[in-house]
């Protein structure tokens, strides 16, 4: 948000007020869900609703900031925050956790190059990614399973967009706003995002997951 303007471009002196005012503006939350994220989140990190922070505060370890990130490497043992650089290894990772459609496929098939072709990411495509990440990294207690699910949720539902066989995200919006920690281009809010839409994405994204590792557990 601070890349757009929405909340300091310096990053500096936040309130939590600020944070939910850019969620609603940039994002199109809902007052409460951006409230409760908003404050939420600095009540984890401070202490307090109150207190002012940087945008780099956010990544306090094990207070919002969670290892097993989709871009991020886990915090090093006794570092008090997160690594904030995005490996891009890690984000080209999470788009070949990608499955297009049996339709993207042929689609992609009767063009060109495939250029034309929309590919999207979806609840699915989240789980495989997740699995992965938890694979490869420490163990999450099961509040930072469920954090790191209702981050991708949230994203799942803003940008959420549908074809004639997917509904997801773009994987060329995925890139740009995780990778490079801006809006898509020509991206628009077209509806309200509430705490309901996440918490109904975040649980298809557990039943994908617990669908996946079912899977791997019978081959």
Not at 55 to 82: C, M, W
Not at 171 to 195: S, Y
């Amino acid at each position: 948000m601070a890349n757009h303007g929405y909340i300091n471009r310096d990053g500096k002196n936040l309130r939590a007020k600020d944070v939910s005012r850019g969620l609603q503006h940039c994002y199109n939350l809902s007052p409460f869900l951006a409230a409760f994220l908003s404050y939420g989140g600095f009540l984890a990190i401070t202490g307090s609703f109150w207190k002012k922070i940087d945008l780099y505060g956010i990544g306090k370890h094990n207070r919002v900031e969670h290892d097993a990130s989709l871009v991020h490497y886990d915090t090093p043992e006794g570092q008090e925050f997160a690594p904030i650089q995005i490996d891009h290894a890690l984000v080209d990772k999470l788009i070949e956790d990608v499955r297009p459609s049996p339709q993207e496929v042929e689609a992609m098939k009767a063009t060109p190059s495939g250029s034309d072709v929309r590919c999207l990411m979806n609840a699915e495509d989240v789980a495989r990614a997740r699995i992965r990440r938890e694979n490869e990294c420490r163990t999450l207690k099961s509040i930072q399973q469920n954090t790191a699910r209702g981050e991708m949720a949230i994203i799942l539902g803003v940008f959420e967009v549908k074809t004639a066989s997917k509904t997801g995200v773009p994987v060329e919006w995925m890139k740009r706003w995780i990778g490079e920690e801006r809006l898509p281009e020509g991206w628009k809010p077209t509806h309200v995002q509430g705490i309901f839409d996440v918490i109904k994405r975040n649980k298809s994204i557990l039943a994908a997951i617990e669908k996946l590792r079912a899977e791997e557990a019978k081959a």
